[in-house]
């Protein structure tokens, strides 16, 4: 029961190159979502995607491209990585339906930017 | 502007005893509210949750309390174990928004000893 799967689980990047991470889920969830965490910072919201083709910006969407091409899959890529974006980073799902639906995380990707 | 706050970085009880984290919020719009532990190196976890028609859920030895006159909230645990030392975060959601996403706290450190 593999739940929602993030790869890699660590990255260390040069400024300036770009890299891809993977998020996939098995639960058939419609929401995904791209958080990071920093220290003292709590979770902030990257992106988010309501459905298969859909996206939108969260709270800290600059320097950040997603795509949702599959509904089991979202994508975060940084184009030109950068050492503000040195984090640890989390993918999490949910169901559609209002009420309560908690999100389900990964377990993360730490990505060092040099 | 925060919206969710915990005010305590940290918490330290003895095992056995009762551990209090606390939650305060600012929009009166939040109709939803979440509990995750969260354990180094790995993600968070959904713990419990409670809508605003509520003031009160309990799962074993978690309770979270609602007082929506106050915007606030909070997560009991009783009897305190050492494997509930982890960080934990609320978060708040507002399922009349036209999509679903949670506002999340900065997270508060929990520590049992035994």
């Known amino acids: 029961n593999a739940g929602v799967t993030q790869t890699p689980k660590f990255r260390v990047l040069k400024t300036g190159q770009s890299m891809t991470l993977l998020c996939a889920q098995d639960?058939?969830?419609?929401?995904m979502y791209w958080y990071r965490q920093d220290p003292g910072m709590g979770l902030r919201l990257i992106h988010y995607?309501?459905?298969?083709?859909?996206?939108a910006k969260g709270e800290v969407p600059d320097g950040y491209n997603v795509s949702r091409l599959k509904k089991q899959n979202f994508l975060l890529g940084l184009e030109s990585a950068a050492p503000s974006q040195t984090s640890v980073y989390f993918c999490?799902?949910?169901?559609?339906?209002?009420?309560?639906?908690?999100?389900?995380f990964g377990d993360g990707t730490r990505l060092s930017i040099l | 502007d925060q919206q969710v706050k915990q005010n305590s970085p940290s918490l330290s009880v003895q095992e056995g005893r009762i551990s209090i984290l606390n939650c305060d919020y600012t929009?009166?719009?939040?109709?939803?509210f979440l509990w995750y532990k969260k354990y180094p190196a790995e993600g968070p976890t959904f713990l419990i949750s409670?809508?605003?028609?509520?003031d009160k859920n309990e799962d074993g030895r978690f309770t979270v309390f609602l007082n929506k006159s106050a915007k606030h909230l909070s997560l009991h645990i009783v009897p305190s174990q050492p494997g509930d030392s982890a960080v934990y975060f609320c978060?708040?959601?507002?399922?009349?928004?036209?999509?679903?996403?949670?506002?999340f706290g900065k997270g508060t450190l929990l520590t049992v000893n035994p």
């Open positions: 995607s309501v459905g298969e083709g859909t996206t």
């Open positions: 978060a708040v959601g507002d399922s009349g928004g036209s999509n679903y996403k949670l506002t």
């Open positions: 639960m058939n969830h419609e929401y």
């Open positions: 999490a799902s949910s169901y559609r339906d209002r009420g309560n639906q908690p999100q389900h």
């Open positions: 929009n009166s719009m939040f109709d939803y």
């Open positions: 409670i809508s605003s028609i509520k």
